[in-house]
C-alpha cells in the first residue's frame, strides 16, 4: 500500500497545501488524473472545496468524488485517490452512506496511491475515535479505513492556553488508551506526516511526533500511559503488527 496520511493542510502561515506539494508530487510520481473526496467539507462546498485543492495543486487534474453519477466506479477507475480535511464524522458518515468504504480500501490495497489531511488521515486508522472534531453527525459505525491498526491523532499539539482549565490533548487521549489498552495512539503535528509504503512507515517532515501505549495495569485497576516521542524520519513499522 501507498498511504501519505497529513496531519493537515497547513503549517503554520504557508499557504493551502503548501507544505505538503512536495509530498504529495512524490507520493504519486507520474500520475496526473487524481480522485478527490470533499466529504468532509460542511461549510465549504464540495464543488468549492475541489476547486480550492485544484487551486493548490495546480500541476494535477482534480476531479470530485460528486461529480460522478456512479461512486463506487470513479474509485474502482481512480489513479490516485485524495481526501481532504474537515469533519471527520460527516466524512466517514458519507463513505458509509455511498456504500465506497470497502471499495477504497481494495483499491489502494491493490496499489492507488492515497492521500488525506486531517480527516482524511483521521479515517486511515482503526477508528475515528481519536479526532478532535465534534461528532455533528451519527455515522452507522466508528470503524475506519483500517490501513493502519492503531488511532491517529492529526493536529496534534501539547499547547495549553493560559487560563484554560479544559483536558489537554495528552489527557484526551490517556482517556481512550485506559478504556482500549490493546490500542496505541499516534500524535502527528501540523506539517508532518506518517508515510505507509509497503510494509515500511516513517514518520514525515521536521517535527516530532508522539506514541500513546499503555503500559502496564496493575492489580489495583490502574493504568500506566507511556508516551514515546517519534523523531523525523524514524522508521515505526512495529506499530503495524499490533494484534487487538
Same mark, same amino acid.
Given at each position: 500500500?501507498?498511504?501519505?496520511?497529513?496531519?493537515?493542510?497547513?503549517?503554520?502561515?504557508?499557504?493551502?497545501?503548501?507544505?505538503?506539494?512536495?509530498?504529495?508530487?512524490?507520493?504519486?510520481?507520474?500520475?496526473?488524473?487524481?480522485?478527490?473526496?470533499?466529504?468532509?467539507?460542511?461549510?465549504?462546498?464540495?464543488?468549492?472545496?475541489?476547486?480550492?485543492?485544484?487551486?493548490?495543486?495546480?500541476?494535477?487534474?482534480?476531479?470530485?468524488?460528486?461529480?460522478?453519477?456512479?461512486?463506487?466506479?470513479?474509485?474502482?477507475?481512480?489513479?490516485?485517490?485524495?481526501?481532504?480535511?474537515?469533519?471527520?464524522?460527516?466524512?466517514?458518515?458519507?463513505?458509509?452512506?455511498?456504500?465506497?468504504?470497502?471499495?477504497?480500501?481494495?483499491?489502494?490495497?491493490?496499489?492507488?496511491?492515497?492521500?488525506?489531511?486531517?480527516?482524511?488521515?483521521?479515517?486511515?486508522?482503526?477508528?475515528?475515535?481519536?479526532?478532535?472534531? !465534534? *461528532?455533528? +453527525?451519527?455515522?452507522?459505525?466508528?470503524? @475506519? %479505513?483500517?490501513?493502519?491498526?492503531? =488511532? $491517529?491523532?492529526?493536529?496534534?499539539?501539547?499547547?495549553?492556553?493560559?487560563?484554560?482549565?479544559?483536558?489537554?490533548?495528552?489527557?484526551?487521549?490517556?482517556?481512550?488508551?485506559?478504556?482500549?489498552?490493546? !490500542? *496505541?495512539? +499516534?500524535?502527528?503535528?501540523?506539517?508532518? @506526516? %506518517?508515510?505507509?509504503?509497503?510494509? =515500511? $512507515?516513517?514518520?514525515?517532515?521536521?517535527?516530532?511526533?508522539?506514541?500513546?501505549?499503555?503500559?502496564?495495569?496493575?492489580?489495583?485497576?490502574?493504568?500506566?500511559?507511556?508516551?514515546?516521542?517519534?523523531?523525523?524520519?524514524?522508521?515505526?513499522?512495529?506499530?503495524?503488527?499490533?494484534?487487538?
Amino acid at each position: 500500500m501507498k498511504v501519505l496520511m497529513l496531519s493537515s493542510s497547513r503549517k503554520g502561515s504557508e499557504e493551502y497545501l503548501a507544505h505538503a506539494f512536495s509530498m504529495i508530487t512524490s507520493h504519486i510520481r507520474n500520475i496526473k488524473d487524481v480522485l478527490f473526496i470533499p466529504y468532509a467539507g460542511v461549510t465549504l462546498s464540495w464543488d468549492d472545496y475541489t476547486q480550492k485543492v485544484q487551486d493548490a495543486l495546480p500541476h494535477l487534474r482534480i476531479s470530485g468524488i460528486h461529480e460522478y453519477p456512479n461512486t463506487k466506479e470513479a474509485i474502482n477507475n481512480a489513479k490516485a485517490i485524495l481526501v481532504g480535511g474537515g469533519n471527520t464524522f460527516n466524512l466517514l458518515s458519507q463513505l458509509y452512506k455511498q456504500d465506497i468504504l470497502a471499495d477504497i480500501q481494495q483499491s489502494v490495497k491493490q496499489g492507488t496511491p492515497y492521500i488525506g489531511w486531517s480527516a482524511g488521515s483521521n479515517i486511515c486508522g482503526n477508528s475515528i475515535r481519536t479526532t478532535n472534531d !465534534m *461528532p455533528i +453527525i451519527q455515522p452507522p459505525s466508528f470503524d @475506519a %479505513l483500517n490501513f493502519v491498526p492503531f =488511532q $491517529l491523532n492529526p493536529h496534534y499539539t501539547d499547547y495549553q492556553p493560559s487560563g484554560h482549565n479544559g483536558e489537554t490533548r495528552a489527557q484526551r487521549i490517556e482517556e481512550f488508551c485506559t478504556l482500549n489498552p490493546k !490500542m *496505541p495512539v +499516534i500524535g502527528i503535528r501540523e506539517g508532518s @506526516a %506518517l508515510l505507509l509504503k509497503d510494509k =515500511q $512507515l516513517t514518520l514525515e517532515g521536521e517535527l516530532e511526533g508522539v506514541v500513546f501505549e499503555v503500559n502496564q495495569i496493575s492489580e489495583g485497576g490502574v493504568t500506566t500511559i507511556n508516551q514515546k516521542v517519534l523523531k523525523p524520519s524514524q522508521d515505526i513499522s512495529q506499530y503495524l503488527q499490533i494484534k487487538r
